[in-house]
């Protein structure tokens, strides 16, 4: 028999941590209970119709059967643009800072390969989404992990990272809202982080998938670009996915600094041939008409999120109020690792949570609840969880 060992790279990869929990699932559903998952962060309402009538309308036209150009269409990347101006008040050159992406997933994995070479450095906050550590891994690079806890609001303490550090470093990941914490930022951080990595010379990946689920309309959570400076530096990463209930139709951008979205495109350039364009089409409506929509999925995802805030009230449950995002970030109760009451509350209840630890260390001692299932359900999962 042939032997083919998987490369370092693959053997490398941290551990998964989710497999006793898809253990326990199994066995639970082999009992006989139906099973309600609160793990997965995937919107669980429909695309809107206008985006789908466009994907059809764009989708008949021979045109957009042919390879796509490499960094999107123009008229995405002007729609992202026109998107930006008006949401944010940030000014984007579509020809040079804008670049599509298959889901912002993809470019995020793609970035350290134009940026990182063998033993460089990044910096992780963490409890993260575990794609910025995988790709910097996959580049040979090496991580250091920033903390997130509750003390400093899940935000990195940048000032207890040394000098040393901040010189070695050539990239930091921060993502806000946060995915796990649910944890926004305010300018002043966005400040010191701009400030910090001007005077080191460090890129800045800001992950934004989630700056349209919010709930406070007074304090939308912000744009990297918004700081003066800002596109020295920062590359950030934004997609349809989470904000018009897109995640399988693989449509995201980066934008920023003119060579940082440079040296990703150039990646992609030598790896993917670009978004059908007929997908790209329908991005383009939905960010030029989707804001009712995304409005309305606000609204749905505030009442859930109110729902189970009472229950965790009910049930004694501490959590973070989540000003943003569809995740609430939970403390497990005493006497429990996140682990453990995790498979205790599916074994119990059937109702599935992801332990914090999975996201890294500083998670222990926390669960993720997502907000993705319709009220019914919802309101099943929570009936069951008071129980407990
Ligand atoms: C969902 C998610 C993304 C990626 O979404 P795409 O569908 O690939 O655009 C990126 N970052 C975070 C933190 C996410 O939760």
Redesign the pocket.
Known sequence: MAQFPLADRLAALPPYLFAEIDRVKQEVKARGVDIISLGI??PDMPTPDFIIEALHAAAKKPINHQYPSYRGLLGFRQAVAAWYKVRFGVDLSPEKEVVS????????AHFPLAFINPGDLALVCTP??P?YNVAVGFCGGTVKYLPLTSDNNFLPDLDAVDNDTWKKAKLLFI?YP???TSATADRAFYERVVEKAREFNVIVLH?A??TEVYFNPAKKPMSILEIPGAKDVAIE??????TYN??G????MAVGNETLVNGLGKIKENVDSGIFQAVQEAGIAALQQGEPYAEKFRAIYRERRDVMLQALDKAGIGYRKSDA?FYVWCNVPKGYTSAEFCTNVLQKTGVVVTPGNGFGAPGEGYFRISLTVDMPLLEEAVSRIIKL
Do not use: Q
């Not at 992406?101 to 995020?108: A, V």
């Not at 139709?249 to 995201?252: F, K, P, Q, T, Y």
């Open positions: 962060g995937d992406l298959i889901g912002s997933k993809e470019g995020i993260n989404y794609v993502n946060n995915n796990p992950d998938a989630y990463f934004h997609s349809l996915s989470k897109m995640t139709w693989r449509i995201g995002s």
